[in-house]
C-alpha cells in the first residue's frame, strides 16, 4: 500500500490541531508531501536565514552546537553490556527512537553519530508523508543509514525487522 492509501485507512488517528492547521502555504499543514518534500530544504533555508555568517552551512552549524552539548554532558551509548554487568557472547543491541522525525534529519545526523553495528535507529513521525520521505532518502543513500529504520504511527505495531524489509 502507498502512504496516501495506509492514511486514510487510518482516519480515526486524532492528529493535534496545529498539525492540520494550514501552515507555510501548505493547506493540509504537516499532512501533505508538499511539505514533507519540502521539510529539509526549508531547515537548511532557516539554518542559512538564522546563521548568515555560515551561509548554506548554517543549519551544520546549528545542529553542530547540538552535538557539542552532547559530547560537553558525556551522552554516549554503552553497547555490548547489561544491566547485571556482565557480558554475554552475542552483544546487546541497542535501539534508539527518535520522535518526531520528520523526514528524518537529526535522526540520520544522530547514526552517523553513534555509528555501531549494534545500534539501531528508528525515526517515528505522526506524518505518514515525512515518513515515506524520510524513507526515500534513506533508500536514496542505504549505505549511509544501513542500521535505521523510519516508521509512522500508522505502522507502529510492526518490528523493526518488518520496517527494514519495507525500505
Not at 492547521?21 to 508531501?33: D, I, R, V
Not at 531547515?43 to 546563521?51: D, I, L, Q
Not at 547514526?111 to 532518502?137: C, E, M, W
Request: aromatic share 10%; net charge negative.
Amino acid at each position: 500500500k502507498d502512504v496516501v492509501d495506509r492514511h486514510h485507512d487510518h482516519a480515526n488517528i486524532e492528529y493535534p490541531e496545529y498539525y492540520k492547521k494550514s501552515f507555510h502555504a501548505y493547506p493540509e499543514g504537516n499532512l501533505s508531501y508538499d511539505a514533507a518534500f519540502e521539510q529539509e530544504l526549508a531547515s537548511r533555508a532557516v539554518g542559512a536565514r538564522n546563521f548568515p555568517t555560515y551561509s548554506d552551512r548554517g543549519e551544520d552549524v546549528f545542529r553542530g552546537a547540538f552535538d557539542r552539548a552532547l559530547s560537553e554532558l558525556g551522552a554516549g551509548i554503552l553497547v555490548g553490556t547489561t544491566a547485571h554487568h556482565h557480558r554475554e557472547e552475542k552483544e546487546e543491541e541497542v535501539l534508539i527512537v527518535d520522535f518526531g522525525c520528520g523526514t528524518g534529519t537529526s535522526t540520520r545526523r544522530l547514526a552517523k553519530r553513534y555509528s555501531d553495528p549494534n545500534v539501531k535507529f528508528v525515526g517515528i513521525d505522526l506524518s505518514p508523508y515525512f515518513v515515506d520521505v524520510g524513507r526515500t532518502l534513506l533508500k536514496l543513500a542505504p549505505s549511509a543509514m544501513s542500521t535505521m529504520s523510519m516508521d509512522d504511527n500508522n505502522n507502529s505495531g510492526n518490528s523493526q525487522q518488518q520496517q527494514q524489509q519495507q525500505q
